[in-house]
Structure formats: structure tokens, C-alpha cells
């Protein structure tokens, strides 16, 4: 009788069994035998490492807070700051982390030729590609994607580091792309923690520690324009000393009245939206180069402590959907600055034409500005721009579009090639409906006559300011604030004095004591208010030998650098120099 025995197959499985059993099986053919033990190793590796990758996981998941932080959320910008507080931190743990097989592919291959083993891919439609709705064919048909979607990839460069705070350490990943101008995409920032608290913690850190320079600074944004995703945003591209408003030297009315109107419309939100206006300002600077169009702007943004976004409308790969992006972009209270607004544009290109032909209904039906003003200064206009003789001036008296008339001032072809903004891409981004809310427009230009009637539409440049050669008034005060003491460099005139509105600005810079005493250059002591005097003094006879409609504020002032610490020669020498047709060479001194 047979007995048959039935047990359980054992479920344990060790490595020396398994060897037996594959011996046993293949031991008749050592090849196979090998295999077999290659392939039980790739097993093993392989558990491995899933085991610690799931325990890796585990940990992240569980343990690990991560949060990342793309470059268009102003937290981005707070992050940078923050670390770039500590970049101590940042040259002991950077470390490009860019694959091996990356690198290696890279050198024997060069860019373009052999792709990078990590990187980045984006899309986006083509700039004024049509939107193709399903009437246009089948929106799923893979073919039409290639037509409509643009890929980009770029290698990735990872720069990482541990910065403490507040008793935890923060791991922060900087993604770049490498070997583009815009390097920055996004920070992820993790810690060990449980709790969400500490983000939150950290980011307040870092807004307040970055508020606390943008407020002693003036925040300058220029456009992102070469990266292609990200063309279209904003990038914070300084922060700039505060000009203080005593710096800009133009007449007090005109002063006055450029704080009083843009006090006004900051407060005033409700007042526009009440009655259906867009809350808007514009205003047109123009006239004579190094006349105090940039400062002022300057010296009014560090007032009411607003950012400055800058767009040349000339530059190379800005167009009309860009440019409304950016103005979209925005915030509420910022100062907008298309600078040399006639230059390169559209609106010479346009200008030249038929008025008919622009396709610009506005531009057919211009109504005259709000309030147009005579020169800042009073003096005389340069032959660029027109001459205004009332304080109001009519449309008769406004700057009229002469390019079709007048060769010498109609486009060149370099300069219509240029930009491919259009007039009216640039009324829409000024007025569209799109346009942002609560920014304050500022245009300048050297050349008025080339600009579009249509940009002095109410609700575009409302307000236009010409800024001409320097005046006697103007001489002396630059002449006292070049020359005044150190110590007292804050120190208001006494214009500012009785205005008291601008003093706000100052706050916190000015030792107003008119009693402290300093040194002065011969290292005797003595009052302010009597130094202050003297610098007076000298500053009345400066101007009275200043000639009238001839010099402009900064050739005025790079005459005064030849004279640092020497007023009194600054005086002595002046006439001779103007004489002598005010040349920018060297100063000699005997
Ligand atoms: N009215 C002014 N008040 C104070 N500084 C002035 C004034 N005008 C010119 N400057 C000085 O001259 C230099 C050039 O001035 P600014 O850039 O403001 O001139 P601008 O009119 O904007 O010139 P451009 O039209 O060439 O851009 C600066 O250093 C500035 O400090």
C-alpha cells in the first residue's frame, strides 16, 4: 500500500533554499543557474528599493511640510529676500544638483544637440495664435496640436540649502533654468514639522522683512520679455534709494500741485467708482532731456511709497496682447512709466499716416485734455515742443501731430520696425476695459510732436507737463541743496517748511534741529542756521549769473560735481564756462 504524503508547501523562503532549489532544477546547466542568480539579485534590489522608497515616502508624507511657491505670487519675491538675508547660508550649502548624466551629455554634446536627462516643459499658445473652437475642426485631433501648442524645455538647475528659523531648519530648493536670463521659476520650502503655523510664520517674516526695505526703498519692476513663459510678468529688479521730494527742483506750484493731485486720487477710489469713472490718472511728461521728468516720477513714487513699473514700449519682443498682460499685471497703487513713449513706437508709425487709415475710431474724435499747464518752469520751450502761454491751454495750443507734415521728425525705418506694439494696442492697454484700476500712468518723452492726439483722450494722459530749460529759481535752489552741510543734507528749505505736506516723506530721516552744530570744511565749528545762511548767500549770486534759457538742471548739476566741496569757485568760474559755451570736458583749475 502505497502511502502518500501530503504536507503543506513551506511559505518560508530563504536565500540558501531558493539557491538549493534552482541547483537542484538547473544544476545540470550552469548558464541557466547564473541567470537564475542575476535575476534573483535584480529582485532583491528592486524590494529594496521599494521598501525604502515607501519608507521615504512615508517620512515626506508624514513628518515633512512642503510648500512651493511659484515666481508670480509676491510671496516668491518676500522668500528671495529672506534669503538672500542669509547668504551665509546660501555659499556653505549651495549645491547644483544638475544629474551627472546631464553634465556629461552636455559636454560631449553641446546644448541643443543632446537633451538634458532633467528639464523643464512648458506650453503655451502662440502668441496671437486665434483661439480654434470646435467649428474649426476637432479640438481632440492630435495633429492640430503641434500647429497650436508651443513646447519649450529647458534644463533644470536646482541650488539647495538649510536656513534656520525659529527653531526649525528649512530646506529651500531654488529651481532655475539654466543659461537664461530669467533664472528664477519657483522656491519649495520644507521642514520637519506638523503643523502649517511655521510656514505661515515664515512667510509673514519675510513680507515684513521685505516691506521693511521696500519702504526705504523705491521698488523699480521692469517687464520679463526674453524667457517665453513667462514673458508678460514682472520682475523686481531693484530696490533704489528714496529721492526725497526736496531733491526735484521745479517751481513750487507745479510741485504743489503734481503731490495734490495724485494725493487725490489715491483717496478718492470711491469718488470714481460713485460715478462710473475708471479710477485712472495719466499724465505726459515731455520736453528737453535732463529736465527732471525721471525724478520727479522718482521723487513721487518714494512719497507716497508706490512701485515703479517700467515699460519701454520700444523694446524688442513686447507686443500688443504683452503689453495688455502687464498693465493687467499691475497692482492697485502703483506708478506706471512708459518711458520715451515716442520713440520706437507704434504711435510714430501711426502718427505718419492717414488719420483715416489708423482704424482708431478715438483717435478720429479727440476731445482735449483735463488740464493742460504752460511749461513747468515758464521759461521757453525748446524747438520740440510747442509753446503754451495760459496756465490752462486750449486744444488750440496743444501739441498737434506734425509728423505728416514735417520729414525731419516722421520715422525712420529702423525706428518702425522696432516695436511691434500698435497705437491701438496701447490706448486699449491704457483705457481698455482690461486695463488695471489704481495706477497712476506716467509717459515721457523728448519728443511731443510725434505723439498721437488720441494718447490726450480724458482717461489716458489727462494731465500734460512740459519741462524746459532751468530757471533762476530753479539754479538757486539746486545750488543750496548741492552745497549744503552733511549733516543737515535732510534739512527742509523754507519753502518745504511752510508747505508741511511734503515733510512726511522724511520722517524718521531728518534731525530737525536747526541747532546742531557741525563742521565745516576749515574744521571750525559752527551753526547749521548760519551755514545755511552762507550757503544762501552764495547761492543768491550763483543765479544771478545764470543765463536765462539756456542750461538745463542736469548740465547744471554735472558742472557743480567739477566743484564737490568749492562753491565759492563754482561761482568764480561759472561765467567763464557759460562763456565759453558750457563744455562737459574736464575743468581745469589754475
Ligand atoms: N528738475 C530737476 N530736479 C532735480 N534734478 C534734476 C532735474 N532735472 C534734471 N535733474 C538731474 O539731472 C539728471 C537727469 O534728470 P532726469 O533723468 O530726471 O531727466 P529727464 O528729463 O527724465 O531726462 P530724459 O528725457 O533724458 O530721460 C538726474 O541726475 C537728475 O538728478
Redesign the pocket.
Known amino acids: 500500500m502505497s502511502k502518500i504524503k501530503i504536507s503543506r508547501p513551506k511559505t518560508s523562503i530563504s536565500l540558501g533554499r531558493l539557491q538549493g532549489e534552482a541547483r537542484r532544477y538547473f544544476g545540470s546547466n550552469p548558464i541557466l543557474l547564473e541567470a537564475g542568480k542575476v535575476v534573483l539579485a535584480a529582485v532583491m534590489v528592486e524590494v529594496t528599493r521599494r521598501v525604502t522608497s515607501s519608507i521615504n515616502n512615508a517620512i515626506n508624507q508624514g513628518l515633512i511640510l512642503r510648500a512651493t511657491i511659484p515666481s508670480s505670487d509676491p510671496a516668491y519675491d518676500w522668500l528671495i529676500h529672506f534669503i538672500r538675508q542669509h547668504t551665509s547660508a546660501l555659499s556653505k550649502s549651495t549645491k547644483d544638483s544638475i544629474p551627472f548624466w546631464t553634465d556629461y551629455l552636455e559636454a560631449m554634446y553641446p546644448t541643443g544637440r543632446y537633451p538634458p536627462k532633467e528639464m523643464i516643459i512648458r506650453s503655451k499658445l502662440p502668441t496671437n495664435a486665434p483661439l480654434k473652437t470646435e467649428e474649426h475642426g476637432d479640438p481632440n485631433d492630435p495633429s492640430r496640436a503641434k500647429d497650436e501648442v508651443e513646447l519649450f524645455t529647458l534644463p533644470t538647475k536646482t541650488i539647495n540649502m538649510d536656513i534656520p528659523f525659529e527653531g526649525h531648519t528649512f530646506h529651500f530648493v531654488l529651481e532655475t533654468n539654466s543659461g537664461q536670463k530669467e533664472r528664477n521659476l519657483k522656491i519649495s520650502v520644507s521642514s520637519f514639522s506638523r503643523s502649517r503655523e511655521i510656514f505661515h510664520s515664515l512667510i509673514y517674516h519675510s513680507r515684513t522683512l521685505y516691506l521693511a526695505k521696500s519702504h526705504s526703498r523705491l521698488s523699480i519692476y521692469i517687464p520679463r520679455l526674453t524667457t517665453h513663459w513667462w514673458v508678460g510678468s514682472w520682475n523686481l529688479t531693484s530696490f533704489k534709494p528714496i529721492r526725497p521730494w526736496e531733491?526735484?527742483?521745479?517751481p513750487q506750484s507745479v510741485k504743489d500741485g503734481v503731490l495734490r493731485d495724485t494725493r487725490e486720487f489715491l483717496e478718492n477710489k470711491q469718488f470714481y467708482q460713485d460715478r462710473g469713472l475708471p479710477w485712472r490718472r495719466g499724465w505726459l511728461?515731455y520736453?528737453?532731456?535732463?529736465?527732471?521728468?525721471?525724478?520727479?516720477i522718482t521723487a513721487l513714487a518714494s512719497h507716497f511709497k508706490l512701485g515703479v513699473y517700467i515699460v519701454n514700449v520700444g523694446a524688442k519682443g513686447l507686443d500688443d496682447e504683452v503689453l495688455m498682460k502687464l498693465v493687467m499685471d499691475c497692482p492697485k497703487k502703483c506708478i506706471l512709466l512708459f518711458?520715451?513713449i515716442s520713440l520706437d513706437t507704434a504711435l510714430i508709425k501711426l502718427a505718419a499716416q492717414d488719420p483715416d487709415d489708423r482704424g482708431d475710431t478715438d483717435s478720429k474724435d479727440v476731445l482735449p485734455p483735463i488740464q493742460t499747464r504752460k511749461p513747468v518752469n515758464g521759461n521757453t520751450t525748446s524747438s520740440d515742443v510747442p509753446t503754451s502761454s495760459d496756465e490752462l491751454t486750449s486744444d488750440a495750443n496743444k501739441p498737434q501731430d506734425a509728423s505728416s507734415t514735417n520729414p525731419e521728425i516722421a520715422p525712420t525705418k529702423e525706428e518702425s520696425n522696432r516695436s511691434s506694439v500698435t497705437l491701438s494696442g496701447l490706448l486699449n492697454a491704457i483705457d481698455g476695459l482690461a486695463a488695471s484700476e489704481g495706477r497712476i500712468l506716467f509717459c515721457?518723452t523728448?519728443h511731443v510732436r510725434r505723439i498721437d492726439p488720441a494718447l490726450s483722450r480724458p482717461g489716458r494722459c489727462d494731465v500734460w507737463l512740459e519741462?524746459t530749460y532751468?530757471t533762476t529759481d530753479?539754479a538757486h535752489e539746486?545750488f543750496k541743496f548741492f552745497y549744503q552741510p552733511d549733516s543737515a543734507e535732510a534739512l527742509p528749505s523754507p519753502n518745504a517748511v511752510t508747505l508741511g505736506n511734503t515733510m512726511e516723506n522724511l520722517d524718521g530721516l531728518l534731525d530737525t534741529s536747526f541747532e546742531k552744530n557741525v563742521f565745516t570744511d576749515n574744521g571750525t565749528e559752527k551753526n547749521v542756521q548760519e551755514n545755511l545762511e552762507d550757503i544762501d548767500k552764495s547761492a543768491k549770486e550763483f543765479a544771478s549769473l545764470f543765463p536765462k534759457d539756456r542750461l538745463?538742471?542736469?548740465s547744471l548739476?554735472s558742472y557743480l560735481m567739477h566743484f564737490k566741496n568749492q562753491p565759492e569757485k563754482a561761482i568764480g568760474y561759472f561765467t567763464t564756462w557759460v562763456e565759453e559755451g558750457c563744455k562737459y570736458t574736464f575743468i581745469q583749475e589754475d
Open positions: 531733491s526735484v527742483f521745479l511728461l520736453g528737453l532731456p535732463g529736465t527732471g521728468k525721471t525724478s520727479l518711458e520715451d515721457t523728448n519741462f532751468a530753479q539746486l538745463t538742471i542736469s548739476q
